[in-house]
């Protein structure tokens, strides 16, 4: 998996927490 190119980690970035 890679990181996501985001600032904030959020569902638009595609990270679930």
């Known amino acids: ?3 996501p190119s985001c ?3 959020t ?3 595609g ?3």
Do not use: F, W
Request: hydrophobic share 50%; proline share 8%; charged share 15%.
């Open 7 to 9: 600032i904030i980690p």
């Open 1 to 3: 998996m890679s990181k």
């Open 11 to 13: 569902l638009d970035c």
């Open 15 to 17: 990270v679930n927490l």
